[in-house]
């Protein structure tokens, strides 16, 4: 009967496996394709999916470490930094803001501008970082691309541009609208000289940024399905009561229209701008 006797249960507590924590940071999933990509692939591979192309959004340094060559460019204007001069006041201090902005990102403004070689082809570099303050155009944004197109011509040499911006600042008010015409004017005298201007329109350009330097590129490129417009398609819809076409201010959509002049994956833009570079250069 030894057979049919109910087995002895341990009274001994279970030891339960530790579940291993994965440390965050390490996945990030591609808006587009729903993919989990490594994160130190993903950079490797310029912040785009290697599943469906999606560019992702990169940082100011990263992308000048990609264009120029290793050891060659120099950045100029760091320290420049907001001042709230119409003391805007919301539920947190504009000085506060720019105070968080600078830590998250480590940088003083959402402009970084720099000059060195592409290709051995020396060149004047500004991009903007979409993670400070939305990319949005202030004085110091402004003063920054102004600065910029001046040591270009001074050096007499191209200028290359990468947008990112959510528009104009609204803690600065009219003095971040007045960088508009101040960009505009500084880049007229790099047209009187027949000096390059190359703009490179990544994810989101909008606003008064789109309204002027922007757009006014002798050469036009944009990254794969970017957002480009001036106000936002809602806003849009709502002030024609029209159903907007499918496709609206993305990149492909206007390089139909016309308004862009090349569709450019990431990858390939430092091969693309110095083949460009060297038939445009002075």
């Known amino acids: ?15 339960r496996t530790k579940k291993k924590e994965i440390p965050k940071g390490l996945w990030t999933k591609c808006p ?4 989990v990509l490594y994160q130190k692939e993903l950079s490797a591979n310029l912040r785009t999916c290697p599943h469906c192309g999606y560019h992702m959004n990169i940082s100011a340094h990263e992308r000048l470490a990609a264009l120029f060559d290793k050891e060659t460019f120099r950045e100029y204007d ?3 930094s907001s001042v709230d001069i119409l003391k805007f006041k919301a539920l947190k201090s504009y000085r506060d803001k720019i105070a968080s902005y600078t830590k998250m990102t480590g940088l003083n403004d959402g402009v970084v501008s720099a000059q060195g070689k592409i290709e051995g082809i020396s060149t004047t570099v500004v991009a903007m970082d979409f993670r400070f303050a939305a ?11 102004t600065r910029a197109f001046e040591r270009a011509l001074q050096r007499h040499e ?22 508009m015409a101040k960009t505009s004017g500084a880049l007229a005298k790099l047209r009187e000289r027949g000096l390059p201007y190359i703009v490179v329109l990544t994810n989101p350009t909008t606003g008064g940024v789109t309204a002027s330097f922007a757009t006014l590129g002798d050469v036009i490129l944009a990254e794969p399905k970017a957002m480009i417009g001036f106000a936002g398609p809602r806003v849009i819809k709502e002030t024609t009561r029209q159903d907007l076409p499918e496709g609206f201010q993305t990149a492909e959509f206007l390089l139909d229209r016309g308004l862009v002049d090349r569709i450019v994956s990431r990858k390939q833009m430092k091969t693309e701008i110095a083949q460009i570079l060297r038939y445009l250069r002075p």
Not at 1 to 15: I, N
Not at 32 to 35: A, H, I, V, Y
Not at 135 to 142: E, P, T
Not at 164 to 174: T, V
């Open 1 to 15: 009967m030894g057979s049919l006797e109910k087995p002895k249960l341990s009274t001994e507590p279970t030891r």
């Open 32 to 35: 587009d394709c729903g993919e």
């Open 78 to 80: 760091s320290t420049m």
């Open 135 to 145: 990319g949005s155009m202030g004085s110091v944004a402004g003063e920054k691309i």
């Open 158 to 179: 191209p200028t290359v541009l990468f947008s990112a911006s959510g528009g104009a600042r609204m803690e600065e008010g009219l003095f971040s609208l007045m960088q």
